[in-house]
């Protein structure tokens, strides 16, 4: 029998190198008319009849000594068989064929997602580097991981299967590669963009101080409102050692700058804390603090599972601020920043903590919150679609955050701890640029390269020896007119509670600033000043808007930051930040047995405490929740926490010094009052006291009753 299939006998010469082939098809159906035949037979304890053998249907029979075989004669019923299995056989060969060519498909298919970007499958990297996540890749818990510098072994460069299940993005990264210092080498690139040149301040601060009182006024004049009258001494001495030192003053430092004879006592006052000596310490470490509050948040660090080394971030910004380093050369580092972030390993950078905990993945979160920090506007809202309101298109998100595709984690092999290394992005080998891929709302795929925000763009190259992304974005923020912008705007907000744009981090045509003139020139002269932090913050502390009382009066009602006019026609009244009242509680606690004149709080006690009143959302934008929300459980910590326990404690500082002193009891109220509230009692108040005192035969006692209540009142709690 000669049985040919037209489908099976070529794939079986195919996949056997085109070799003459065996008729398998045949001997396959012959073989099995065999067994339907052998079926047909007798099954009583008999062996069945081979297919020489006459059917007992047809009552004939093949002689047994026979040479050659008669051909039987076909029934209808084996006529019907054979029909039967040629049908079966046509079926088996037309599936066999379709399985062949899904498998060819699929060996196609991956070779084009090899050559071309796909959608959601991870795409083949330059050389021997494994491959990068493009932007549609959303649902990817990780990016691919990334090689040693060294190269130590051969490297593979098989594509990795998609993932069916993806899990939500966590903190950080399950399984990373290990890393030595030699993989963290500065590697030299050629600079794109240039350094801008700036005039220098040729304006004293008097000049400038001069300018913003000119500026405030004719708003005033403007909307016809008066100010309110100026702050008394003991409500400036106050407000000035929350907002520059992060804590109330002392008795003493109160009574010191009270008793100034001098005509410019505030400004005394000012540089006396800001570059003296006593405070320099102090301020650093209050002013790092702050500044990691808008780098990573309040609670960043604070969880044993965040990568953040809270106190060497905290550290490393205390020594910039404490060398008044100029604020643009600081943004630069914290941008570019490689090595790991644990004080023990060779190749440690205490920089690398800003981006460390948001470079996973795709980098959205390092995209949003660099223009947030650093340019004072939120792109965020620009990741999925073109923002309605505020003009921000998804390609100007795409194309910012392609500058951070370089950017990769990996992990020391010293310390264990992670590191941030740069890496080539590229999406193919035929080709160095490194395009990131996005979908828009009506499922059209997109590429973006990188360009900064306001349309600067830079070499497509992928490759960190040809263009360092991450360089060229340090250079295009400090070099655009809206980082100054955002400084001067966020420093306005943290002196006055109250930036010129609400929020402070929104800026825009969508949201146009209060003082528009008045920005411009206080961002023009900061940067000219090169951009020193100190003679801004000076420049505010100093101005007329500053130095105002907190009480409105008639003639400003209309000042109303809440309704979005913030005139600054007083001083806005608030509560007290977290650090503040850290701060401050733990002033009046300390017991300074070694006579040092210094308030610095520990860190460690501080990051403890901060850790109970804020923590992280959890969500896209990196968001915090805090107990300090005017509700019961703030109301529970002040009064019951451990923080008020230990101030409040008749061994604490303040109160242990009061009671065994000899002054008169009135003087012992009076120095509390003064401690707490920066303010001597109203008449009122001593009236009212001397009547608690009358009824109480324990003096120690009720001091320490009226000393629990002045830390527990409103007044404590407020920045007026």
């Known amino acids: 029998m000669n049985h040919e299939d037209p489908i099976i006998d070529p794939l079986l010469e195919e996949l056997l190198g085109k070799q003459q082939v065996p008729d398998l098809t045949a001997r396959i159906v012959k073989a099995h008319r065999q067994r339907q035949s052998h079926g047909s037979s007798g099954t009583n304890g008999r062996a069945k009849a081979p297919l020489s053998m006459v059917s007992a249907a047809t009552g004939q029979a093949s002689p047994e000594n026979s040479t050659t075989e008669a051909p039987p004669q076909k029934t209808s019923t084996a006529k019907r068989r054979l029909q039967r299995q040629r049908f079966l056989t046509a079926i088996g060969s037309l599936a066999l064929s379709l399985c062949l060519l899904v498998v060819l498909s699929g060996v196609a298919y991956i070779s084009y997602q090899q050559l071309m970007p796909g959608q959601g499958t991870p795409l083949a990297a330059d050389g021997d580097k494994p491959p990068s996540a493009g932007a549609r890749d959303t649902n990817a818990t990780t ?38 210092a030699t993989a963290l080498a500065v590697q030299a690139a050629p600079r794109f963009v240039k350094p801008r040149t700036r005039d220098s301040l040729e304006l004293s601060d008097g000049q400038i101080v001069g300018q913003i009182n000119e500026a405030i006024a004719s708003a005033w004049q403007a909307e016809n409102v008066k100010p309110s009258p100026a702050a008394t001494d003991h409500e400036f001495v106050r407000r000035t050692y929350l907002q520059l030192l992060g804590r109330i003053p002392t008795v003493e430092e109160i009574e010191r700058f009270i008793s100034q004879r001098r005509e410019n006592k505030r400004e005394w006052l000012v540089d006396q804390i800001m570059s003296g000596e006593r405070y320099e310490v102090e301020f650093a470490s209050f002013w790092s603090a702050r500044f990691a509050n808008i780098l990573v948040g309040r609670a960043g660090g604070m969880s044993e599972e965040s990568p953040i080394d809270r106190s060497a971030l905290e550290g490393y910004l205390a020594k910039q601020i404490e060398n008044n380093t100029p604020y643009n050369l600081l943004v630069q580092d914290l941008l570019t920043a490689t090595g790991t972030t644990s004080p023990g390993s060779e190749s440690f950078n205490p920089a690398t903590n800003f981006l460390v905990s948001m470079i996973d993945g795709d980098a959205k979160l390092a995209t949003a919150k660099t223009c947030t920090a650093f340019l004072g506007q939120q792109l965020q809202c620009a990741e999925c679609h073109n923002h309605p309101t505020t003009g921000w298109s998804q390609q100007q998100f795409w194309g910012l955050n392609a500058f951070f595709r370089q950017t990769k984690l990996a992990q020391d092999r010293q310390s264990g701890q992670l590191a941030i290394l740069d890496q080539d992005f590229t999406k193919s080998r035929d080709s160095d640029s490194g395009e990131v891929y996005y979908e828009q709302p009506n499922g059209l795929l997109k590429v973006a390269y990188p360009q900064f925000v306001d349309g600067t763009t830079i070499p497509h190259s992928g490759k960190v020896s040809e263009v360092d992304r991450r360089q060229e974005l340090a250079q295009l923020i400090v070099n655009s007119d809206q ?15 109250v930036g010129f744009t609400q929020p402070v981090d929104d800026m825009g045509p969508h949201n146009p600033a209060s003082h528009p003139e008045l920005l411009d020139q206080l961002s023009e002269h900061f940067a000219e000043s090169n951009f020193d932090l100190r003679r801004l913050m000076r420049w505010i502390t100093l101005s007329q808007p500053y130095g105002l009382s907190s009480r409105q009066i008639d003639e400003n009602l209309a000042d109303s930051p809440d309704t979005g006019r913030q005139l600054f026609a007083r001083y806005y009244s608030r509560q007290m930040e977290a650090e503040q009242l850290f701060h401050s509680l733990q002033m009046l606690a300390k017991n300074s047995a070694d006579g040092s004149r210094s308030m610095v709080a520990s860190v460690d006690d501080r990051h403890s ?32 926490g451990g923080l008020m326990k230990q101030a409040t404690d008749a061994q604490a500082a303040v109160l242990k010094k009061v009671t065994a002193s000899k002054m008169s009891t009135h003087d012992k109220v009076e120095h509390l009052f003064l401690a707490a509230l920066s303010r001597r009692p109203t008449k009122q108040e001593s009236s009212a006291i001397s009547e608690i005192l009358k009824t109480r035969n324990n003096e120690s006692a009720a001091l320490q009753d009226i000393w629990w209540a002045l830390l527990n009142s409103n007044e404590f709690i407020l920045d007026h």
């Open 483 to 497: 980082f100054p912008k955002a400084t001067v705007n966020r420093m306005w907000q943290h002196f006055f509670g």
């Open 143 to 180: 990016e691919p991981q990334p090689q040693l510098a060294s190269h130590n072994g051969p490297q593979s460069s098989d594509v990795p299967p998609p993932q069916a299940m993806p899990e939500p993005a966590p903190q950080m990264p399950k399984a990373i590669e290990s890393v030595d």
């Open 609 to 640: 405490w901060l850790g109970q009143v804020s923590q992280k959302m959890g969500d896209d934008e990196d968001s915090e929740t805090s107990a300090l929300d005017g509700g019961i459980t703030q109301s529970l910590l002040m009064m019951n």
